[in-house]
């Protein structure tokens, strides 16, 4: 359980680390947009194939990308909700990355098996 927690916890200040570096640079325009539509999803869907690979729920794994994006937001803005769709993109690419790899997990499991 503590493995679990710490993972989750690494994960947490990760993303939390990356959006807030987003917000901070929004006065460079391109940097912003490359960080809220690139960089924070992509995170945000390997860290949640990481961590179900390792053991984690996959419905716990996706969860903690748009939440740290979310608090990143209301602590740097004093208050605003996140108002643009790559709130949900990187919602949608953590449950993505969650998926995989709760499908890698059972593949592993299973072992491979040929189509022939």
Do not use: H
């Amino acid at each position: 359980m503590k493995k679990y927690l710490t993972l989750m916890g690494l994960q947490l200040a990760a993303c939390f680390t990356l959006s807030a570096a987003a917000f901070v640079l929004r006065p460079v325009s391109w940097l912003y947009k490359l960080g809220l539509w690139g960089v924070l999803p992509l995170a945000g869907g390997v860290s949640a194939f990481l961590l179900t690979e390792k053991g984690i729920n996959p419905y716990a794994a996706w969860i903690m990308p748009p939440l740290s994006l979310l608090a990143a937001r209301l602590l740097l803005s004093m208050g605003a909700f996140p108002d643009g769709a790559w709130f949900l993109l990187t919602a949608f690419t953590g449950i993505v990355g969650a998926a995989a790899g709760d499908v890698y997990n059972k593949t592993k499991r299973r072992g491979r098996k040929s189509n022939k």
